[in-house]
């Protein structure tokens, strides 16, 4: 017998309909003689209409509130399912994140899970009980103030649980049949992937992937989490993601034929570029725009920095940063102008960024090439570029970004023989 954690996402317990296709699903699942503990989400685009709900009461909630808000989603959705599977004559209990054992730091919207002790899951499993458990959501250690774990956090919960009480594997449902080489809403012939590592899938996440929420990554990697990314809609066989010792023995065992060089591309359009004109060519001035950066919690991305003019002694620094904190960064910059020098600030939110992510970059020479060939074919223009081990990453314009992650896609022969289904969700 093995115990599986499944997550459902928003759009698998979009309904009353839904939820009791899910339940069904969790029953069976127990009756082919497995140990089940499930995480939910809240139901739909729920949490969205609770935000938007808030910010009809106040253009600044505090976080603490919000955060007693945004819990209610999962409640709802939690209790439902219990409704849903004991009508279908099996025992099942809903608890809290605060029940469950989710033990967080204070740092609301987007707390950090420090301990999960789930006595009470455990007991409700020991009675043949099937536990719901709250997504997204914790308690503080210190305030004992309610918390959330932040956007599409439940992926978290459900990691951290499948660690705690050492689950076979965490299964994630969603609407779509697992982890792609692209967005399957924005490229149709994505290709679904079948093994990934922790590592490949960190990158992708960070870099606007919105399959799975990066903490969750990072949790199941720390602890060794097997993931199975996998569609509720259908009974498909989705993308595990696994160590890279993991993805060797599905090769050994021959699920797979080898690990491909190439596991996605991804395109991000929140990030802003801001460039900084005419800073002093000397040392010190690019620590001191990147302290104060730092000191107003400014997630900094890519950094270019141009070639100085003999003439006036000045370089630009060009960096990306997240849409939403380009205002903190030129109030930060801008209020440090004296102990750091320079011209002007240009902000340009009009941009995306593209990435290809594979562990085999590290082995196979050229990638780079063929990378930048076709964006030059399908005339990208590329105005920064940053990588790492294994990933590859440019800035272009943001109408570009379609064009430049298709023309990526074929060019390393990822393109599907058919179309990917997604199955429901509004991608909101
Ligand atoms: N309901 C929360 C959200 O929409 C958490 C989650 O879906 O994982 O962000
Ligand atoms: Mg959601």
Redesign the pocket.
Known sequence: MSLIVQKY??SSVADATSIKRVARRIVDTKKAGHQVVVVV??MG????ELMDLAQQVSPLPPARELDML?TA??RISMALLAMAISDLGAVSRSYTGSQAGLITDSAHGAARIIDVTPGRITDALDKGAIPIVA??QGVAQDTKDIT????????T?AVALAAALNADACEIYTDVDGVFTTDPRVVSRASKVDYITYEEMLELAAVGAKVL?LRCVEYARRFGVPIHVRSSFSQAEGTWVLSPEGVQAAVAEGKIMEQPIISGVAADLKDAKVTVVGVPDRPGEAAGIFRALADAQINVDMIVQNISSTATGRTDVTFTCPQDSVHKAMAALNDAQGSIDFESLIVDDQVAKISLVGAGMRSHPGVSADFFTSLADAGVNVEMIATSEIRISIVTRAESAQTAVQAIHTAFGLDADGEAVVYAGTGR
Not at 45 to 48: F, H
Not at 148 to 155: A, C
Request: proline share 0%.
């Open positions: 996402g928003g989400s809240a685009d729920s949490t969205d945004l989603g999962e997504g997204f959330t774990l932040g956007r599409g956090g439940s992926d919960t929420h």
